[in-house]
């Protein structure tokens, strides 16, 4: 959000913040859009957008719960989906980490590795209901609380073979044990860095970048926005494996649009499980 180089603009102040928002057509003079029809945009942190018609993506309330657009069957899955899958090359097999694993994205790269034939799934999170649901329903098959101790003893001690591939929503520490993890020809997924954003100073970790040279690793980062091609696949197999019962997906919601800041904040506080979702007029 502040005024640094990244690939989101930089915010500015007294204008409206924006985001992902799904809702229903008030008025429209535009074609093809009319009032009652569901639409997805990106002018989230208000009660009416107006927009141009080409910024806006019909959906289909029948064919799933509105707010699985923003999430599951939206950005946030799509994130999880090319991440592992397109950037990440997950082969039948390999052993997984990934952090901010209860959260929005990182509960679905789990589900979908171990749905691909990943052979071990180890997952971090900031609580200990968080990690008990990594492993009793995401079918994660470790789980640790990186506020417990070292993000690299704990990772070594559910991972003791090493692990081939990292995703990561972190960055940080969470990034530097996962760099002394990886086995030779391992490659990191580099998602988010939510450890960040907060920061005022620069991260002290990863320490260990070095180690990338003698293992071979690739460290690639990664925007959803280049894998759009992706979509219908994503669709296709994420509603088959919702259909099928075969992946869970989990939605925080909060009521009203006088909590939205709330929101945010508790989002980066992990108050969330699964995508953060605020709900306006029930
Ligand atoms: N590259 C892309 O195209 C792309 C697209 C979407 C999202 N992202 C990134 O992917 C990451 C996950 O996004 P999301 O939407 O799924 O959010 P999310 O994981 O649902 O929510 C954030 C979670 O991060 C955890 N967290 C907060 N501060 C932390 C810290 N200091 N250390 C470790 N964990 C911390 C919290 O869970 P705990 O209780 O576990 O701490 C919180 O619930 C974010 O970094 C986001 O910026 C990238």
Same mark, same amino acid.
């Given at each position: 959000?502040? +005024? =640094? %180089? ?5 915010f ?9 928002? =799904? ?12 009032? &009652? ?10 009660? /009416?957008?107006?927009?141009?018609? %080409?910024?806006? =993506? ?18 946030? &899955?799509?994130?999880? /989906? ?21 959260g ?7 589900? $979908?590795?171990?749905l ?8 971090s ?5 968080k ?19 070292? #993000? ?8 003791p +073979?090493? $692990?081939?591939? /990292? ?12 760099? &002394?993890?990886?086995? #030779? ?21 990863? %320490? ?17 926005? +280049? ?17 099928? &019962? ?6 925080? =919601? ?14 980066? %506080? ?13």
């Amino acid at each position: 959000m502040n +005024d =640094v %180089r990244s690939y989101v603009p930089p915010f500015k102040l007294g204008e409206a913040m924006d985001g992902g928002a =799904v809702g229903y057509v008030v008025a429209s003079e535009a074609e093809g859009f009319a009032p &009652g029809d569901a639409v997805l945009h990106g002018l989230g942190w208000r009660e /009416y957008a107006t927009l141009d018609a %080409r910024r806006a =993506v019909k959906v289909d309330p029948a064919a799933a719960p509105l707010s699985a657009y923003l999430g599951v069957l939206g950005m946030t &899955g799509l994130t999880a /989906y090319a991440g592992l899958l397109a950037v990440g090359g997950l082969k039948e097999g390999d052993k997984v980490f990934v952090s901010g694993a209860a959260g929005a994205v990182g509960g679905m790269v789990g589900q $979908i590795a171990k749905l691909k034939g990943a052979s071990l799934v180890v997952g971090s999170a900031g609580s200990a209901e968080k990690v008990a649901k990594l492993v009793d329903a995401y079918g994660y098959d470790a789980a640790f609380n990186y506020k417990d101790g070292p #993000v690299a003893e704990q990772l070594a001690q559910a991972a003791p +073979d090493g $692990i081939d591939l /990292y995703f990561d929503n972190v960055g940080g520490d969470h990034l530097e044990a996962a760099i &002394g993890a990886l086995t #030779v020809h391992g490659r990191a997924v580099l998602c988010g860095a939510i450890a960040q954003y907060n920061e005022t100073t620069a991260p002290a970790a990863p %320490r260990n970048l070095a180690l990338a040279i003698g293992k071979r690793l690739r460290l690639e980062g990664m925007l959803v926005g +280049d894998h759009a091609a992706l979509q219908p696949q994503f669709v296709a197999e994420v509603s088959g494996w919702l259909k099928s &019962g075969e992946l869970r997906s989990e939605e925080t =919601v909060v009521d009203g649009f006088e909590r939205t800041a709330d929101a945010f904040l508790d989002l980066l %506080r992990g108050v969330n499980t699964g995508k953060m979702v605020v709900r306006l007029d029930g």
